[in-house]
């Protein structure tokens, strides 16, 4: 990695804090994304009432997909603002992506995220996708939100998907880490009075240490293999860790990356960042083995 391309996109976003009306940061966040590659096919499609995208990358494999929710704190973020990420995270895989737009707070408030994205992958199980062809991924409010969602899926006795894919996320409502203020100098994308009142919005009058709003509270067993990407410069790093520990000790088979001087969601990021692109190039690789061995386990 170049130290220079870290450097120059920190400076770049501290230039341009997120801020203002909660319209303003809704146009600001879609307003970051980096424009989708024209060889990915993206389709409109009505996932049992959830507002969906499809995603085809060239030679992909139409029957394996990766249902993808995005971050953005649960009030913030689109289609708009992840459709380049989940083209280019369907390109590393060689499979398709759904991209769900699921409601937003303070307009929707808790659980209806979590109902939205379990809406949509049964979608998918009734559209012929074999479970263990599925792998749920999400960043940040959406890594947090793909935990979430597994529990749930899990705790209604549905099928469960291969895997779950978290890029730095969001799993402590509360933001309780220690991470929280000993590395909220060096993110320029997160901090804990950004943070904070997200999770109040979202969580409305419900409990804000549910195990599918806040899944560092839940009981894991059960869950399918989850791979979980963090930058070492995230003030939301704690979150991940906690995760990766709970997930250990409930008998969860899980893969902790820490990714050297990386903030939040660096992903979003790969035009100008070398490790973004490598950091989803190792999930595709994952997703693929991933793939591989649920092949392996049917034969």
């Given at each position: 990695?170049s130290?220079?391309e870290?450097?120059?996109?920190?400076?770049q976003?501290?230039?341009?804090?997120?801020?203002?009306?909660?319209?303003?940061?809704?146009?600001?966040?879609?307003?970051?994304?980096?424009?989708?590659?024209?060889?990915?096919?993206?389709?409109?499609?009505?996932?049992?009432?959830?507002?969906?995208?499809?995603?085809?990358?060239?030679?992909?494999?139409?029957?394996?997909i990766?249902?993808?929710?995005?971050?953005?704190?649960?009030l913030?973020?689109?289609?708009?603002?992840?459709?380049?990420?989940?083209?280019?995270?369907?390109?590393?895989?060689?499979?398709?992506?759904?991209?769900?737009?699921?409601?937003?707070?303070?307009?929707?408030?808790?659980?209806?995220a979590?109902?939205?994205?379990i809406?949509?992958?049964?979608?998918?199980?009734?559209?012929g996708?074999?479970?263990?062809?599925?792998?749920?991924?999400?960043?940040?409010?959406?890594?947090?939100?793909?935990?979430?969602?597994?529990?749930?899926?899990?705790?209604g006795?549905?099928p469960?998907?291969?895997?779950?894919?978290?890029?730095?996320?969001?799993?402590?409502?509360?933001?309780?880490?220690?991470?929280?203020?000993?590395?909220?100098?060096?993110?320029?994308?997160?901090?804990?009075?950004?943070?904070?009142?997200?999770?109040?919005?979202?969580?409305?009058a419900?409990?804000?240490q549910?195990?599918?709003?806040?899944?560092?509270h839940?009981?894991l067993?059960?869950?399918?293999?989850?791979?979980?990407?963090?930058?070492?410069?995230?003030?939301?790093?704690?979150?991940?860790?906690?995760?990766?520990?709970?997930a250990?000790?409930a008998?969860?088979?899980?893969i902790?990356?820490?990714?050297?001087?990386?903030?939040?969601?660096?992903?979003l990021?790969?035009?100008?960042?070398?490790?973004?692109?490598?950091?989803?190039?190792?999930?595709?690789?994952?997703?693929?083995?991933?793939?591989?061995a649920?092949?392996?386990?049917?034969?």
């Amino acid at each position: 990695m170049s130290t220079s391309e870290i450097e120059g996109l920190i400076t770049q976003l501290k230039a341009n804090p997120l801020g203002g009306t909660l319209e303003e940061m809704r146009a600001q966040f879609d307003g970051m994304a980096s424009p989708v590659a024209d060889d990915v096919d993206v389709k409109a499609v009505d996932a049992a009432g959830v507002p969906c995208e499809l995603h085809t990358p060239p030679g992909a494999d139409t029957t394996r997909i990766i249902m993808y929710v995005h971050g953005g704190g649960y009030l913030i973020g689109s289609l708009n603002s992840h459709r380049a990420l989940v083209a280019e995270l369907a390109r590393a895989a060689g499979c398709q992506a759904l991209a769900v737009d699921y409601r937003l707070a303070p307009e929707h408030v808790y659980p209806a995220a979590v109902d939205d994205s379990i809406c949509a992958y049964l979608w998918l199980l009734n559209q012929g996708y074999s479970a263990e062809n599925i792998v749920i991924a999400g960043d940040s409010a959406g890594g947090g939100l793909t935990v979430g969602t597994l529990v749930g899926l899990r705790d209604g006795e549905h099928p469960l998907p291969a895997a779950g894919v978290c890029i730095s996320p969001w799993a402590d409502l509360e933001a309780t880490g220690e991470t929280y203020q000993t590395r909220k100098d060096i993110d320029p994308m997160v901090s804990y009075d950004l943070i904070a009142p997200m999770g109040k919005a979202y969580i409305g009058a419900g409990d804000i240490q549910s195990p599918t709003a806040s899944p560092i509270h839940a009981d894991l067993a059960g869950l399918p293999p989850l791979l979980i990407q963090v930058g070492s410069a995230e003030t939301l790093y704690s979150d991940s860790e906690t995760l990766t520990n709970n997930a250990k000790a409930a008998g969860v088979e899980v893969i902790l990356e820490e990714w050297q001087d990386m903030i939040h969601v660096w992903h979003l990021f790969f035009p100008q960042l070398t490790d973004a692109r490598k950091a989803i190039s190792r999930i595709g690789e994952y997703v693929k083995e991933i793939g591989r061995a649920s092949c392996r386990e049917r034969v």
